[in-house]
């Protein structure tokens, strides 16, 4: 089946290191891959996704590659702020049961701390 | 531009009483639409989709159930709450749904069943 698997947190940085937060993922078929932030007390922001092998998303500073042959899609950032502090989702899009709408499929949630 | 709203944004409810969160979209129509839920320091767990009024599919048993009264309004509910209902709820919705295409989340209800 499908399945995402993240790194443990929390993971705690100082302000301007580099962030590695670690995805792998199971799928059938080809699916897009996406990293999700959610900041305290709120809800899911999309943060960068990939829709095929070798894609590279990138957002705010942060990006990830669409590793096919490792199924791999790790986040990455060269210097991280404070302002980064959040838990981050990684998730691939499958289809239903019901067959043609997308479904995500998220990993555990990896917690950041940045500390000045 | 899209809104999604989801209300309340806490909520404390002892064991065995009923539910009722609500999700709204606005400025979108026929969105699919999700709850997901997010137990503590676990990852997000898909409950229910719908891709149209009075259409709802469940992905896991459970103690919840959900309706979709109207195109862009998503109902989650319970009639008896137990402690295990506790957790981080999410609102989802998608305009045009493909397997390229990300969701967006509301803010979320956070509910402790006490």
């Known amino acids: 089946g499908n399945s995402v698997t993240q790194m443990e947190g929390p993971v705690t940085l100082s302000e301007e290191a580099f962030l590695t937060i670690n995805c792998t993922y199971t799928?059938?078929?080809?699916?897009?891959l996406f990293w999700y932030v959610q900041y305290p007390g709120e809800g899911l922001q999309l943060l960068l996704k990939a829709t095929k092998a070798d894609d590279k998303g990138s957002n705010k500073g942060f990006e990830a590659t669409y590793r096919k042959e490792t199924t791999s899609f790790h986040l990455e950032k060269g210097s991280v702020q404070v302002s980064d502090s959040a838990v981050y989702f990684c998730?691939?899009?499958?289809?239903?049961?019901?067959?043609?709408?997308?479904?995500?499929?998220f990993g555990a949630g990896t917690r950041l701390a940045v500390h000045p | 531009s899209q809104t999604i709203h989801q209300w309340p944004a806490t909520l404390v409810q002892p064991v065995g009483s009923p539910l009722s969160l609500e999700c709204t979209v606005e400025?979108?129509?026929?969105?699919?639409l999700y709850w997901y839920r997010q137990a503590a320091g676990r990852g997000l767990q898909l409950l229910f989709y719908s891709v149209g009024i009075g259409q709802i599919s469940s992905e896991v048993p459970q103690n919840l159930s959900a309706s979709r009264p109207q195109d862009r309004q998503f109902i989650l509910s319970s009639k008896k709450l137990l402690l295990s209902d506790s957790g981080f709820y999410l609102c989802?919705?998608?305009?045009?749904?493909?397997?390229?295409?990300?969701?967006?989340f509301g803010n979320g209800t956070r509910l402790t069943v006490t």
């Open positions: 989802a919705w998608v305009a045009n749904p493909t397997v390229n295409s990300p969701l967006h």
């Open positions: 400025g979108t129509s026929n969105p699919n």
């Open positions: 799928a059938t078929g080809y699916p897009s």
């Open positions: 998730a691939l899009s499958a289809t239903m049961r019901s067959g043609g709408y997308n479904k995500l499929i």
